[in-house]
């Protein structure tokens, strides 16, 4: 089966600036998660979706961080704007079914640079 | 809060060696706990995962993780590593209510033909 599909692999913006990345699951997966792995760092869960629906943002920091799932299928996360600590690698992971107690499969990841 | 504490951050062996990977995690319920494994260039992927039962648990390519709920940890090993086993290692605990998943910081280990 094809694996989850992140773009741009990699982003270098400025801060302040504006940034959005796309994630597409795998197909048939109902649960769509991302992580920001900061440089040294254990990736750090954002968002949980199910379906189209949050299923859990408590890490989220909402001034500035918004993340979409419309379809229920593709998902994008948004910076706006944005600050020298985002610089990270962003990844995006997909599950058959819900909770995050099933095996996750991840993208290869977005690395954001901010100058 | 939870937490998940991976104490070796690079761990270099030569092959056939045996391994031992620490990871300690603090949560006042009860926990699921998983090894990701993301070797060079490639994505994280699951390596293994305990939920309840045998506390010794077994996962691909030869690794196993034993659970020692006194000690609150939850160590990945591997009798006699190859140098195909280089990559990142990362320790991570979920609730049980499935809404909640920590990483460790991870262990790069590097094995030396």
């Known amino acids: 089966e094809a694996g989850v599909a992140q773009s741009p692999r990699y982003k270098i913006i400025e801060k302040r600036q504006s940034v959005a990345f796309w994630c597409n699951p795998i197909?048939?997966?109902?649960?769509l998660y991302w992580y920001q792995q900061i440089l040294g760092q254990g990736p750090k869960l954002l968002i949980q979706?199910?379906?189209?629906?949050?299923?859990?943002d408590s890490q989220l920091p909402k001034d500035r961080f918004s993340a979409e799932r419309l379809k229920g299928v593709d998902s994008t996360l948004k910076i706006q704007p944005a600050k020298l600590e985002d610089s990270a690698v962003y990844l995006c992971?997909?599950?058959?079914?819900?909770?995050?107690?099933?095996?996750?499969?991840f993208g290869d990841g977005t690395r954001l640079s901010i100058l | 809060a939870q937490s998940v504490s991976q104490h070796n951050h690079h761990v270099i062996l030569s092959e056939a060696a045996s391994l031992e990977l620490g990871c300690n995690y603090s949560?006042?319920?009860?926990?699921?706990l998983f090894w990701y494994v993301q070797y060079p260039g490639q994505h994280l992927q699951l390596l293994l995962k305990?939920?309840?039962?045998?506390?010794l648990v077994k996962g691909i390519k030869g690794f196993e993780a034993e659970f020692i709920k006194s000690k609150f940890s939850f160590n990945l090993r591997k009798p006699s590593v190859q140098w195909s086993d280089t990559a990142e290692y990362f320790c991570?605990?979920?609730?049980?209510?499935?809404?909640?998943?920590?990483f460790g910081t991870g262990t790069s280990l590097t094995v030396i033909p």
């Open positions: 979706f199910q379906n189209n629906g949050v299923v859990d």
């Open positions: 305990y939920f309840s039962g045998d506390p």
């Open positions: 991570a605990v979920g609730s049980n209510t499935g809404n909640q998943f920590y």
């Open positions: 992971a997909s599950s058959r079914t819900g909770g995050l107690l099933q095996p996750q499969h």
């Open positions: 197909s048939g997966h109902a649960t």
């Open positions: 949560y006042g319920g009860t926990v699921n």
